[in-house]
């Protein structure tokens, strides 16, 4: 888990000082599986037409995002993750993880991502 690092609390008031960053926010209320993730995801973070709602999709997407203008970074806010996590924890665990990797894939392109849990 070395991409925790990245999310640190006591990285983001100087990250959102000096930028104007991308926020989403995902609505874990409205998740209970792998099919509401999916939904949620594509809806919020406004993927196109072709995904697949599938995890392949989902890494695909994650690590394109040309559409959204996030040179500046990208903050994901994800509340309330404990219904998924707990009502489908393997999909919950593929979920979390493709997010985690994504934190990775952005800083290696010098845009700052942050997944925030609350």
Same mark, same amino acid.
């Given at each position: 888990?070395?991409?925790?690092?990245?999310?640190?609390?006591? #990285?983001? *008031?100087?990250?959102?000082?000096?930028?104007?960053?991308?926020?989403?926010?995902?609505?874990?209320?409205?998740?209970? #599986?792998?099919?509401?993730?999916?939904?949620?995801?594509?809806?919020?973070?406004?993927?196109?037409?072709?995904?697949?709602?599938? %995890?392949?999709?989902?890494?695909?997407?994650?690590?394109?995002?040309? %559409?959204?203008?996030?040179?500046?970074?990208?903050?994901?806010?994800?509340?309330? *993750?404990?219904?998924?996590?707990?009502?489908? *924890?393997?999909? %919950?665990? &593929?979920?979390?993880?493709?997010?985690?990797?994504?934190?990775?894939? %952005?800083?290696?392109?010098? &845009? *700052?991502?942050?997944?925030?849990?609350?």
């Amino acid at each position: 888990m070395s991409n925790v690092a990245a999310i640190f609390e006591s #990285d983001l *008031p100087e990250f959102l000082s000096n930028r104007k960053a991308v926020f989403i926010y995902i609505e874990g209320d409205n998740i209970c #599986d792998k099919k509401s993730f999916f939904q949620e995801m594509s809806l919020k973070m406004k993927f196109p037409s072709y995904f697949g709602f599938n %995890w392949d999709a989902f890494r695909d997407c994650i690590t394109d995002l040309s %559409w959204l203008p996030m040179q500046n970074g990208l903050v994901v806010v994800y509340k309330n *993750p404990n219904r998924f996590m707990g009502s489908q *924890p393997e999909d %919950w665990n &593929i979920a979390n993880e493709i997010l985690l990797e994504s934190i990775n894939f %952005w800083k290696n392109r010098n &845009i *700052p991502m942050f997944i925030m849990y609350a």
